[in-house]
Nanobody, 115 residues
Framework: QVRLVESGGDSVHTGGSLTLSCVVS????????FAWYRQAPGQTRELVAS???????KYAVSVKGRFTISRENTKNTAYLQMNSLVPEDTATYYC?????????WGQGTLVTVTS
């Protein structure tokens, strides 16, 4: 079956960096856009960044200039490089295959940024 497995979440201080990975199986990775979402406790899930099949990225205003989304099609892996982290970035981060009504989500990886 389709699996998306995130890793890389950790606890870091303000200003720190993390790189998240999403390894995809059971799906033709190179044929799909992918995205990273995040959800903090008590809040709705929000789109952080997306990358098209061609590698074109888009970012939420809140992370633009600090985060970089990328993909390695040969590794069936999407990445989110996060720099200059602030406490507002604290959330569980989820990888998602981006198409209408896509049910393909990862299990999430927790990022905590302390002041």
């Amino acid at each position: 079956q389709v699996r998306l497995v995130e890793s890389g979440g950790d606890s870091v201080h303000t200003g720190g960096s993390l790189t998240l990975s999403c390894v995809v199986s059971g799906l033709s990775f190179r044929d799909y856009d992918f995205a990273w979402y995040r959800q903090a406790p008590g809040q709705t899930r929000e789109l952080v960044a997306s990358v098209t099949v061609r590698g074109t990225p888009k970012y939420a205003v809140s992370v633009k200039g600090r985060f970089t989304i990328s993909r390695e099609n040969t590794k069936n892996t999407a990445y989110l490089q996060m720099n200059s982290l602030v406490p507002e970035d604290t959330a569980t981060y989820y990888c998602h295959a981006e198409f209408e009504r896509s049910p393909y989500w990862g299990q999430g990886t927790l990022v905590t940024v302390t002041s």
